[in-house]
């Protein structure tokens, strides 16, 4: 199985809701990536996690937060978004430490919009 | 940090066609990756390279680790090859830690 899921698909929520993405790989990755990608533009890095442990947060602000429950979920909150907000986040994988040379895998992406 | 650079980022391209997608970056690098991002969708990883030249179907990656210079090529283009094409580059920070950095991407249209 070299597949990375993400749920949901689409989310649309409002200014004051909460809701959570899901990521799951069962390839045995002990890296787990969150990136933010805007239109016409390359995926930023958000969040990273090694070993289960928050190893990266690119600055991120407080309304995403990240849970990483066990090796192969990967979670991120969300509360409180802003308009601004409304991107692909997309979720990878890939074996070993954050960013050492193994592939990473890709999930399909959750599209979000906050209205 | 390394800069990445992809050229061109628009190309347009007549069924058939034989096309090259490059991308340079200024510091030394432990890995290269060529990934396909077809619209609204999540991203594929087509080739890991660290030297010379891998092949997957009509596929071809080349990197040049002292000129730190890379190329895809597709042979014989098909419609189904439109999408965006991104370099990334993965660096050695130090003390086991990596950095990857993106290219901007270079978005294919291949035209029947």
């Known amino acids: 199985d070299t597949e990375v899921t993400q749920t949901p698909k689409h989310l649309v929520m409002g200014m004051t809701n909460k809701k959570s993405l899901k990521c799951e790989q069962h390839m045995g990755h002990r890296a787990m990536y969150w990136y933010k990608q805007k239109a016409k533009k390359p995926p930023e890095l958000m969040f990273v996690y090694s070993y289960e442990k928050l190893s990266i947060n690119e600055s991120v602000p407080s309304r995403f937060s990240p849970e990483c429950p066990n090796s192969s979920l990967l979670n991120l909150h969300l509360h409180a978004l802003q308009p601004e907000d409304s991107a692909l986040y997309l979720c990878a994988s890939s074996q070993e430490v954050a960013f050492a040379p193994y592939e990473q895998y890709f999930g399909p992406g959750t599209r979000l919009t906050v209205t | ?112």
């Open chain 2, 1 to 112: 940090k390394n800069e990445v650079e992809q050229s061109p980022q628009n190309l347009t391209a007549q069924e058939g066609e034989f096309i090259t997608i490059n991308c340079s970056y200024s510091v030394g690098i432990s890995a290269l990756h060529w990934l396909q991002q077809h619209p609204g969708g999540g991203i594929v990883s087509l080739f890991m390279l660290s030297s010379g030249k891998k092949k997957h179907g009509r596929l071809i990656a080349t990197i040049n680790i002292q000129e730190k210079h890379s190329s895809l090529h597709i042979t014989a283009s098909h419609p189904r090859d439109s999408a965006v094409y991104i370099c990334a580059v993965q660096s050695l920070l130090g003390a086991g830690s990596y950095q990857l950095t993106f290219g901007k991407g270079t978005k294919l249209s291949v035209i029947p």
